[in-house]
T-cell receptor, first 114, second 112 residues
Framework: DTEVTQTPKHLVMGMTNKKSLKCEQHMGHRAMYWYKQKAKKPPELMFVYSYEKLSINESVPSRFSPECPNSSLLNLHLHALQPEDSALYLC?????????????FGPGTRLTVT | EDQVTQSPEALRLQEGESSSLNCSYTVSGLRGLFWYRQDPGKGPEFLFTLYSAGEEKEKERLKATLTKKESFLHITAPKPEDSATYLCAVRASSGSARQLTFGSGTQLTVLP
């Protein structure tokens, strides 16, 4: 099973709202990622967690706050977003980060900020 | 700086018309090259990993090959359901935990 699940599928939020995106995998992977993807562009890396610890933060604004409660779950907390943050948010997982492993992506959450 | 360039940006084929997509890369020490398929509004679907020049992988109508400078994704006798954006990504030795550098993708349309 190579499934990564994400909820919700769609989210519309105002600039003053607080919401969270959720991601789950049951493949025993120890690395999890958040990506942002704009239309007709490749995914852009936001955060990397390895063994539940934040490894990489690609200079993402503080209005995005990641959390990894356990090895299977990854959250992305959203607060005071801007309209330009509207995008497809993708979660991915892989066996680890020290060697080359393929990443498996979830279906994404389509976020619209109004 | 690691770079990945995919060509063409868009490709329209008739059903059954075989063709190839190109992924050229410039990296400091390739540690893996990945092909993904992405349908509109969905997450990328993993297809292949290639590690060294000369390596080939096949899956149904798709075959991926790797040289020291580029990778090709050959599509044999495509069907309309093969229509998607195909993404190439590399992991370089300089990339560390950042993992992947993506190309901009090739949008493939297969007409019935």
């Amino acid at each position: 099973d190579t499934e990564v699940t994400q909820t919700p599928k769609h989210l519309v939020m105002g600039m003053t709202n607080k919401k969270s995106l959720k991601c789950e995998q049951h493949m025993g992977h120890r690395a999890m990622y958040w990506y942002k993807q704009k239309a007709k562009k490749p995914p852009e890396l936001m955060f990397v967690y390895s063994y539940e610890k934040l490894s990489i933060n690609e200079s993402v604004p503080s209005r995005f706050s990641p959390e990894c409660p356990n090895s299977s779950l990854l959250n992305l907390h959203l607060h005071a977003l801007q309209p330009e943050d509207s995008a497809l948010y993708l979660c991915a997982s892989s066996h680890g980060i020290l060697r080359t492993y393929e990443q498996y992506f979830g279906p994404g959450t389509r976020l619209t900020v109004t | 700086e690691d770079q990945v360039t995919q060509s063409p940006e868009a490709l329209r084929l008739q059903e059954g018309e075989s063709s190839s997509l190109n992924c050229s890369y410039t990296v400091s020490g390739l540690r893996g090259l990945f092909w993904y398929r992405q349908d509109p509004g969905k997450g990328p679907e993993f297809l292949f990993t290639l590690y060294s020049a000369g390596e080939e992988k096949e899956k149904e109508r798709l075959k991926a090959t790797l040289t020291k400078k580029e990778s090709f994704l050959h599509i044999t006798a495509p069907k309309p359901e093969d229509s998607a954006t195909y993404l190439c990504a590399v992991r370089a030795s300089s990339g560390s935990a950042r993992q992947l550098t993506f190309g901009s993708g090739t949008q493939l349309t297969v007409l019935p």
